[in-house]
Structure formats: structure tokens, C-alpha cells
């Protein structure tokens, strides 16, 4: 147990003095950022899949309840930090769209069939969970296809960028945010059955320090938290090692996309924090003195659906503009009218891809769990 | 899928994706130029960020 320990420490602190060494400090501390998201998502077991199915199929609202904490707690911080940094911390906007709100819904569906969301799917690969590790190669191919085709989505017709505080001024903003979540937060509070309906300690601690690494992430990076576009721009690095002339395309011809392709991914924000949070999810699987059981093991075909709706996954949250944690968390602690649209359409996609659940995953009858 | 495949086991074929890829993507991009790395904290910089972002087209 010591030695499994003592390799966990090794590989966790040897990637960050790794990537310190090779990039800097700035991409050192973002993978850190990432460790702690790993570490806090895993180890306390806070996620946006599981809590948007148990609201519907269980009336327990207390994981959405804390997912709200957290957006709060980030917005109260970062409206006025983005107010007074003179352009050096950008929030997370984006237009609304046809494609944008088809794009949240889609992803709200496939996200309840590969059982976790952006984060969640590199969570549940780094922690050992084999639908998870599936999900991930399909999530990296889909977001990179999304990159292909994200101009004609978003040509069928899109608002100006919106914001609460281009509207409202930043602290009318940063006022009409936090009532809109006390709005969300009494829906869920009155649609939760009792009993099911104040957080337990372990997610007030967990909403709390994912508030504090967003805000961090925000600090170092200037920019909110996110995970697609890391995946995206992965898929597009093995796409043109496979000969793909990726600068004909207009997503990564346009010039902070074609720095970000010719650059290592060592130097993009995304894919040092989403590499963090895999290796801190790892890390705390190894950590336990028992690991857990593998996910029921399900049947050939079910696989095949994990693996189409993963880059489906992949493809619609390069639509929406981001997943749940780009688009959602980010979206909306940083005043993005999109990610109030993306909480709407995304959830209803959700319940569509929980009744498609029992359908398309089955579980296999010769196997049993997993090891 | 018939083979059963631990947690750990399964933990580690996902750290060697991604180090896979990390490793493809050194070999053709190269070393990342560390006299052009951005300061630690982009708050205080002075500079706008030039990170990408899934909220971007």
C-alpha cells in the first residue's frame, strides 16, 4: 500500500514538475488546478450527470442544489474581478444560436448515455471506470469534428453575444445571476422529495473548493474553466499526424486556433487542466486501499451505442459552445446568456437520454460486473 | 469486452492515451519556447489572454 501511495505522489507531483520545467509556471500551476479538480470531482464525488438524473428519477435535488453553490460562489468573485482587470481575465460568452441551444440538448441526452458530462467523462476514465475510458476516445473525435462543421451551425442563425453585465452593468449582472440561481435553486428545493433536499456536508466542502480552483483557474489562465476545446484541439493534433491539412479548415485557420496547433498542447489551458483532472481522478482511485468494482459490463452492442453517443457527446458540446462545465458552470458564473439557455435545453435534452438509458445500455447477462 | 478489466488497470490504459498523445504531439510540435512562456498569473499581467476557449468560434 505504501509503494501504491508513494507511486501515486510520484506520478501526480512528476507531471506537474514536468510540465513546470517544460512550459513554465503558468502551464505548472494550471495542471495543479487540474489535479485539484480531479481530486475534489473524484474524491468527493461531485459531478453534473449523476445530479441531473437524480432530480428526475429520484426527486433528490441536493447534487444540482451544490452545483448552484459553486456557480454562486464563483460569480460573486469573478464579476468583479473581470471588472477590474482591465482585460486581462475574459469571461465565457457566446452567442445563442439554433445550432448553439440544438447542441446543449443533444449533449444534455448523450451525456445521461455515457454516464458523465465534460468533466465527468475524464473523471470516470482517470478513475478507472471502462465506459468512461470508451467515452473519452469518442468525446476527443467527436469535439474535433464539431471544429469542422461549427461554422455552418452556427450560420443557421445566432444572437449577438449577450451578457448580464453588457445588459445590466456588472454588479446588476452579478445581481440578476444570483437571483436567477436562487430561482433554479427554489425549483430544484421544491422538486426534491424531503429528505432529499440540503446538501450534506461533503458537497458544501466539494462546491466550495471548486469554486475556489475555478476562480484560480480564472486568475492564472485570464480565462473561465473549460474542457472541450482541449479535447477538440487533441483529436486535431492525432488528425493531422495522420496527414489531415487541418489549415484549409476555417475553424483552425483562424489565428488563435493555428497557434494553438502548431504549439504543444503544453501550452493550451484547457488540455493542461483536462490532463490534471485525469491524473488527479487516478490518483485518488489508487489512493483507496480499494479501488472498486469495474461498471456492470454490458453487452457488445451497448458498447458500440457508449462509443457513437460519446462522439455525438463530443460533437454537439463543440455546437453548444461548451459542455457543462464550459457552457453551464462557466458559462453562467461569468454572465453568459448562453449558459442560462444551455442549463434549459441541455436538461431537457437530459431527460430525454434518461429514458433512452434502459434501451440502449443493457447490461450483458454472461458477465455479470466487472473485476 | 470479455476480458475483465480492473480499475486500475483501466485507470492506467487512460493515462497511456493520454500520455500517447502528448508524446505524438512533442514529437511534431516540439518543446513548448519557455523564454515566450506567459507569467504564472494572467491576473496583474498586464496582457490580454491568449488562451483558447470552447466558448470561442
Known amino acids: 500500500m505504501f509503494l501504491q501511495r508513494a507511486s501515486v505522489l510520484l506520478i501526480v507531483l512528476g ?86 441551444i440544438l447542441g446543449a440538448f443533444v449533449f444534455g441526452a448523450a451525456m445521461q448515455l455515457v454516464m458523465g458530462c465534460g468533466s465527468g467523462t475524464l473523471v470516470n476514465a ?24 461549427l461554422g455552418w451551425w452556427t450560420s ?80 486535431a493534433k492525432i488528425a493531422q499526424a495522420g496527414g489531415a491539412d487541418l489549415g484549409a479548415t476555417a475553424f483552425w485557420a483562424a489565428e488563435g486556433n493555428a497557434a ?34 469495474q461498471t456492470q459490463a454490458l453487452t457488445p452492442l451497448s458498447y458500440a451505442a457508449v462509443l457513437a453517443a460519446a462522439v455525438v457527446l463530443g460533437y454537439s458540446a463543440r455546437m453548444a459552445f461548451g459542455c457543462n462545465v464550459g457552457a453551464f458552470f462557466s458559462g453562467i ?30 447490461p450483458s447477462l454472461n458477465q455479470g460486473a466487472y473485476a | 469486452m470479455s476480458a475483465r478489466l480492473s480499475r486500475p488497470a483501466t485507470g492506467f490504459m487512460a493515462l497511456a492515451l493520454v500520455l500517447a498523445i502528448l508524446a505524438l504531439d512533442l514529437s511534431r510540435s516540439g518543446a513548448p519556447d519557455l523564454f515566450s512562456a506567459p507569467p504564472a498569473f494572467a491576473l496583474g499581467s498586464g496582457a490580454a489572454p491568449e488562451g483558447a476557449h470552447c466558448t470561442g468560434g
Do not use: C
Not at chain 1, 428545493?189 to 461533503?202: I, Q, T
Open chain 1, 126 to 149: 482517470g478513475s478507472g471506470n471502462l465506459v468512461g475510458l470508451i467515452a473519452l476516445a469518442g468525446f476527443i473525435g467527436g469535439s474535433f469534428v464539431g471544429t469542422l462543421h
Open chain 1, 15 to 100: 507531471f506537474a514538475a514536468f510540465t513546470f520545467v517544460m512550459a513554465g509556471p503558468r502551464a505548472g500551476l494550471l495542471v495543479l488546478v487540474g489535479l485539484g479538480f480531479g481530486l475534489v470531482l473524484e474524491g468527493l464525488r461531485f459531478g453534473f450527470a449523476g445530479p441531473w438524473r437524480m432530480i428526475v428519477t429520484d426527486r433528490d435535488g441536493r447534487g444540482l442544489l451544490a452545483q448552484l453553490i459553486a456557480i454562486a460562489l464563483v460569480a460573486v468573485v469573478a464579476f468583479p474581478l473581470m471588472a477590474g482587470s482591465s482585460g486581462e481575465l475574459v469571461p465565457a460568452h457566446a452567442p445563442v444560436g439554433v445550432g448553439m
Open chain 1, 260 to 293: 494553438r496547433l502548431a504549439e504543444s498542447i503544453l501550452t493550451d489551458v484547457t488540455s493542461l487542466t483536462n490532463i490534471g483532472l485525469l491524473i488527479g481522478a487516478f490518483a485518488v482511485m489508487r489512493w483507496r486501499a480499494d479501488p472498486g468494482a
Open chain 1, 156 to 235: 443557421l442563425g445566432s444572437l449577438p453575444v449577450l451578457s448580464a453585465q453588457g445588459s445590466f452593468g456588472d454588479m446588476g449582472g452579478l445581481a440578476l445571476t444570483l437571483a436567477g440561481l436562487v430561482l433554479v435553486g427554489v425549483v430544484t428545493f421544491l422538486r426534491s422529495a424531503p429528505g432529499k433536499r440540503m446538501p450534506p456536508r461533503r458537497l458544501w466542502i466539494a462546491a466550495a473548493l471548486i469554486a475556489v480552483l475555478a476562480l484560480a483557474n480564472l486568475v492564472i489562465a485570464g480565462q473561465p474553466w473549460g474542457i472541450v476545446y482541449g479535447l477538440g484541439l487533441w483529436g
Open chain 1, 333 to 362: 458564473s461569468t454572465g453568459s446568456l448562453h449558459g442560462w439557455v444551455w442549463l434549459v435545453a441541455a436538461f431537457a435534452g437530459s431527460i430525454l437520454g434518461i429514458r433512452m438509458r434502459p434501451v440502449l445500455l443493457r
